[in-house]
């Protein structure tokens, strides 16, 4: 299945001749309206004509044919629902790493919490007795209350 540049047209995202001006394509927003959309500073659809490339992948047959009928459904393409279960992916994935390399940085900076504060900070939600949120510890001993807190 190709994601791309085909979806608009070409694959340096010029509309396809034979394509009349504000005409849907594979059942989108039309081209014209896109542009408006760009225009007047509004988000802009996770599958864009101004910038997209083509990606071809390799799918199991079931997946194929859940996108396919998820397309009909909605009457979109299937190469925007996958850019945009692709985008969507990326940005949970990445905010994922991002964070996971935030606390490994912390940690070699000698910055933490310890297990049993934490354990026991937690086992006291919602009790009489709940205790506050504990503190970091530096390598130098100084304490800061973590983020959010």
């Known amino acids: 299945m190709a994601v ?13 001749a034979s394509l009349p001006e504000g005409k849907m394509n594979n059942g989108d927003v039309p081209l014209q309206q896109d ?4 225009k007047k500073g509004r988000r802009q659809p ?14 199991d047959t079931s997946v194929n044919e ?19 279960a692709i ?3 990326l940005d949970l994935n990445e905010s994922q790493v991002s964070g996971i390399k935030r606390a490994i940085a912390s ?9 049993d504060e934490v354990r ?3 086992a006291s939600w ?6 506050p949120a504990p503190e970091r510890t530096s390598k130098n001993g100084s304490k800061s209350s973590p983020k959010g807190s």
């Open 4 to 16: 791309g540049g085909d979806h608009y047209g070409g694959s340096d995202g010029t509309r396809s």
């Open 35 to 38: 542009k408006k959309m760009l």
């Open 46 to 59: 996770a599958f864009s004509p101004f910038d997209a490339t083509t990606l071809t992948l390799r799918v």
């Open 66 to 84: 859940r996108l396919e009928r998820l397309a009909k459904s909605t009457g979109r393409s299937r190469a925007v629902l996958a850019a945009e």
């Open 87 to 89: 985008n969507e992916y």
């Open 107 to 115: 940690l070699d900076r000698g910055e933490a919490i310890p297990h």
């Open 120 to 122: 026991d900070w937690v």
């Open 126 to 131: 919602g009790s009489a007795g709940e205790k």
